[in-house]
């Protein structure tokens, strides 16, 4: 595979799919820029991952990031069509999961995202679970993560995460989060209170297993959606996007939300996701020195 990597020990690596498909136009590489500056403030490097006329690139400039927000066909990339699109030649923004397969692929060990898919909660049609959560027991990188995206079955995806032998630790809490809001219903498997002690937890577990580590970083409380008005939002949305089912279901859902509470979701969104590319790059700076 012809890929271009611009990785470092101290990288954090970041998907592409937010500022390519889940931002309004003209503000995915803003944003980008904006966590590129809030990982390097913390001692780290930023290592942006896609996939640009069939090339995976770790670690792309910020002109690369711009051709592929600017290319007229972004598909989403997993690590199932992952292959398909390199062959293709496509532009393509990356998954959690196509972003896992790739850092791993070069040695980048610790993701900042927003938060993994998981499995999607019964419409009445199919047995629908995210790839994110399979490259989770297959490649061994650490993501930082607000949890799963709440519209999604929480309790089942943590579940899922046990049975496939992925270690879920908390930072800073003690219940696994749903994105917009702190809390779940589900459990973690442990508590880590310093980036220190969770960084030498990481690194040992990558070595051990060769799996990866989900480390659970709940919204800044201030950024927090209360559970009123989450519970209100959600159900129109879930009736905006029926019928629609695969992977078109949670990019309608999320752009549902966003119109429903009039902007305050997506507001959440980039300040969990700021969070944690600081944790992130903190955990990095430490495995990298390590």
């Not at 809001?181 to 002690?197: G, H, K, Q, Y």
């Not at 019928?243 to 078109?248: A, L, P, Y």
């Not at 309608?252 to 119109?259: D, F």
């Not at 969104?269 to 955990?283: D, E, F, K, M, W």
């Amino acid at each position: 595979m012809d890929m271009l990597d611009r990785s470092t020990p101290q990288s954090v690596a970041l998907e592409t799919t937010l500022p390519a498909l889940g931002l309004p136009a003209g503000e995915g590489l803003p944003f980008s820029r904006e966590l590129n500056g809030i990982i390097r403030s913390e001692g780290a490097e930023p290592s942006v991952i896609g996939v640009l006329r069939g090339r995976p690139i770790v670690g792309m400039t910020d002109d690369e990031l711009a051709a592929l927000l600017d290319s007229r066909t972004v598909e989403k990339a997993n690590t199932a069509n992952l292959g398909l699109l390199i062959h293709r030649g496509a532009d393509a923004a990356t998954t959690v999961s196509a972003t896992m397969e790739l850092a791993a692929a070069v040695g980048v060990r610790v993701f900042a995202t927003g938060g993994i898919g998981g499995v999607h909660k019964d419409y009445g049609r199919h047995l629908d679970i995210s790839a994110d959560l399979a490259a989770l027991a297959r490649f061994p990188v650490a993501v930082v993560a607000s949890g799963t995206k709440s519209l999604l079955d929480v309790v089942s995806t943590r579940e899922a995460l046990e049975s496939l032998g992925v270690p879920v630790v908390g930072f800073r809490c003690d219940r696994f989060p749903a994105f917009y809001l702190r809390e779940s219903d589900a459990t973690l498997d442990a508590r880590f209170e310093n980036e220190a002690d969770l960084a030498v937890f990481i690194a040992d577990e990558l070595d051990r297993t060769g799996r990866g580590v989900l480390v659970c970083n709940p919204i800044p409380e201030a950024d927090e959606v209360t559970r009123a008005d989450w519970d209100r939002w959600l159900a129109e949305a879930e009736r905006r996007c029926a019928g629609i089912g695969g992977r078109d279901i949670t990019p309608c859902v999320l752009g549902a939300l966003h119109e429903v509470s009039g902007g305050a979701t997506l507001l959440a969104n980039l300040a969990l996701v700021r969070s944690n590319a600081r944790l992130g790059a903190r955990l990095a700076a430490r495995l990298g020195g390590a």
